[in-house]
């Protein structure tokens, strides 16, 4: 009785489980349908769902019109460059709150995160100066440091949380073997935490990649990465959704694919703290 | 090492790509993806084969293109050679000196060709900071097929009573069509454009000549009240969410007996491609209440300025040259048909015979005459513009006014408490302000 009463709930726990996923990833499947159909079909009423004469017209005149591969780049060139910085910069800052705090450490973590309450937009004209003076406007280099400073209280915040996770006893024990500073958080600390730290790379590199205000406020031609090929196909007259779904689409799909690739690799990461 | 790798990459290529820009000239252009703007863009080509100038696109949404122009002129950032800006923004920004004086075009240019309204628009103190890309007013578009069964004839110049008998005859719930559909979505350049000129069609304005909002007074709840009872008797449901491009859909699926928008319209509803009512679409100017001499209609121009702080001021006017000259309009008439052409900036076009047979020409070169931004209302005010007031506080306020009235189309507040609000919002703004 007891195992049937398991089985029911474990179904009523899938079919819940796949509904709520259903329902996040609608929009997405939405998208993806309309970039196959015509404009008029994209506005039909009621909405046409498969019943339609797929097309790849829409694709065909978005890459007629834009240079896709140069904001495909730009986008992997930003996204994991701010990524990989961030990481190099989080792990010692992490290592040291996690191992040594002082009286301060939970002040400074909260501080760190207090930086994200700030709306982007409040400091948008001294960040635009300083671009300005230093002649990084429209510069990946620019966007490579903004994105890292933006996500690198998350990124010490997760890495902080792993690390948290693995005994200090381990790395006594290194020490003890002789292992300097470096030896210990390189070739000690980082391989044990390297679920973590890929979790927290694939998250920030997800959140580099979408990031859209800085990316289309401090850029023009050169660094333009894929948020500004979405933003040139949205229309305030004329109605060009099926365009503008084919160019969401393309800019979805590299980290769609690499979401769908990594994703044990995400959801152990993600939940590394929760099991141990 | 990987990220060494990564920043030498990225430095590399920033240098290489610096390199080739200094040997040829190239300008950057900042536009919004509009069908005419896009057009434009094919034919670049075309400008760099005749002048051996380069031309590079940055192609944004409105909002954004307006954010990051805006941002880049006010800190002298010297990111594009040309911006896309509106009638807005053109007057107040050549006033402060942001932009360069279209006073040395070339003869060959014909600046008189420019249709007065849109030159007077776009100028400040007399002086032209922008040219011209496209321009257009309001009008009404309605089913003649609609309105043949309610045994109806619209007339060239209706009233507002007379549209909204119109759209009484012509609702139809049982078969999804909705009398008329307007915009009502909250944003000064959305719901506030239609509103503000529906406003100057009853005899309100904004401000009266010492700048004091003037939402208390008669003719602006006359207005939002005729406005609020048309749509919630005769149009779809939720129109405080609906814009341009929604109120397109409808009307495209036969959905609206009517619609009252944009004279670029005309070319969209009247493609057989997209619209499933392109051979049953008649024209009209925007209506005014009767006995009020001022039409719901609003002047609006898309056009090209050059920032002051370029450093190819040359080789952007002579862009801008091309762009929005008459041979211009030739290339794309030749090559696509006249209905293509980019309307309403040059008198020139409508004296074209091959144009004025596209069924929208004249209504819509009648309305922008039918517009005049210096006197855009019945009793004087002290500004310039017909859907907005020329003044940098104006998209803010009426962001926000408009926000207000839509909350009365929703239901959630009456119109006189909308009003109310509005002209509590509009003088803490202006009194902030100093005015």
């Known amino acids: 009785m007891a195992r049937a009463v398991t089985t029911r709930r474990k179904a009523l726990n899938t079919a819940i489980a796949w509904t709520i996923g259903l329902l996040i990833f609608f929009p997405i499947l939405w998208t993806i349908l309309t970039s196959f159909k015509t404009e008029a079909v994209a506005i ?24 896709y591969m140069r904001f495909l780049w730009n986008s992997v060139i930003i996204a994991g460059g701010s990524t990989v910085l961030g990481v190099i910069i989080a792990v010692p800052a992490a290592w040291s709150m996690a191992f040594v705090p002082s009286r301060r450490t939970k002040d400074i973590l909260l501080w760190m995160l207090s930086t994200k309450m700030l709306p982007a937009v409040g400091v ?4 635009y100066l300083l671009c300005i003076q230093l002649g990084l406007l429209d510069s990946r280099i620019a966007l490579v440091v903004i994105l890292m400073l933006i996500n690198l209280p998350i990124i010490v915040w997760m890495l902080y949380t792993y690390f948290r996770e693995i005994p200090g006893e381990i790395l006594e024990a290194a020490r003890m073997d002789g292992a300097s500073l470096k030896d210990e958080i390189l070739y000690v600390l980082t391989p044990m935490a390297v679920p973590g730290i890929a979790s927290t790379l694939l998250l920030n590199f997800i959140l580099a990649w979408n990031e859209a205000f800085w990316t289309l406020n401090l850029t023009s031609v050169d660094a333009a990465p894929l948020t500004a090929f979405i933003a040139s196909y949205s229309s305030p007259e004329g109605l060009f959704f099926a365009k503008l779904s084919a160019a969401s689409t393309m800019a979805i799909a590299p980290i769609l694919i690499l979401g769908w690739f990594s994703q044990k690799q995400l959801v152990r990461g993600l939940t590394f703290g929760a099991v141990k | 090492m990987s990220l060494k790798r990564v920043l030498g990459a990225s430095t590399a290529l920033t240098l290489i790509a610096g390199a080739s820009l200094a040997q040829d000239t190239t300008i950057t252009i900042a536009t919004v993806n509009n069908g005419d703007m896009i057009r434009m863009q094919g034919y670049t080509d075309q400008f760099t084969a005749e002048t051996g100038i380069g031309v590079e696109w940055v192609t944004l949404e409105e909002n954004v293109l307006r954010q990051r122009v805006t941002t880049d002129i006010t800190t002298n950032g010297g990111q594009f050679d040309i911006m896309t800006i509106g009638m807005y923004e053109t007057p107040i920004w050549g006033a402060n000196g942001w932009l360069v004086p279209l006073d040395g075009l070339s003869e060959d240019y014909d600046v ?14 007399g002086t032209l900071y922008a040219a011209p890309f496209y321009g257009e007013s309001s009008m009404v578009m309605y089913r003649t097929d609609l309105m043949e069964k309610a045994g109806l004839e619209m007339p060239h110049a209706p009233t507002w009573q007379f549209i909204r008998e119109a759209a009484a005859a012509m609702d139809d719930p049982d078969a999804g069509i909705n009398g008329i559909c307007l915009r009502g979505k909250p944003g000064w350049g959305e719901g506030g454009a239609f509103i503000t000129v529906t406003g100057n069609s009853f005899g309100a304005r904004w401000f009266d000549e010492d700048w004091t909002p003037q939402f208390d007074q008669p003719e602006w709840a006359e207005a939002l009240n005729f406005y609020v009872n048309l749509m919630n008797d005769y149009g779809p449901d939720g129109y405080e969410n ?7 859909s409808l009307f495209q699926q036969g959905l609206c007996g009517m619609w009252i928008d944009a004279t670029v319209a005309a070319s969209f509803v009247t493609n057989p491609d997209d619209s499933e009512v392109a051979d049953s679409v008649g024209f009209a100017l925007a209506p005014n209440s009767e006995g009020v001499d001022r039409k719901a ?3 609006w121009a898309w056009a090209l300025a050059i920032p002051a702080g370029t450093q190819q001021a040359d080789a952007a006017q002579t862009f801008i040259e091309w762009a929005t000259s008459t041979d211009y309009i030739e290339l794309v008439a030749e090559n696509e ?9 040059r008198s020139s076009l409508y004296e074209n015979p091959d144009y004025i047979a596209v069924p929208f020409a004249q209504t819509t070169l009648d309305s922008i005459n039918a517009a005049d931004p210096t006197n855009p209302t019945v009793d004087p005010v002290p500004y310039v513009g017909i859907q ?3 003044i940098p506080e104006f998209a803010g306020i009426a962001t926000e006014v408009s926000q207000e009235f839509a909350a009365a189309y929703a239901g959630q507040q009456t119109v006189e408490e909308a009003l109310e609000k509005a002209q509590a919002i509009t003088t803490e703004a202006m009194e902030a302000a100093g005015y």
């Open chain 1, 44 to 67: 039909a009423n009621p909405p046409v769902f498969l019943n339609f004469d797929w097309t790849l017209e829409n694709y065909r005149v978005v890459m007629e019109r834009s240079d």
């Open chain 1, 124 to 127: 948008l004209y001294p960040i």
């Open chain 2, 112 to 125: 008189d060709d420019i249709l007065p309204a849109m030159r007077d628009g776009l100028s400040h103190d």
């Open chain 2, 337 to 345: 048909g006249w209905a293509n052409v980019p309307p309403g900036a």
């Open chain 2, 242 to 248: 609906n814009g341009f491009n929604e109120n397109l």
């Open chain 2, 388 to 390: 907005f007031a020329a």
């Open chain 2, 297 to 299: 209609n609003w002047l």
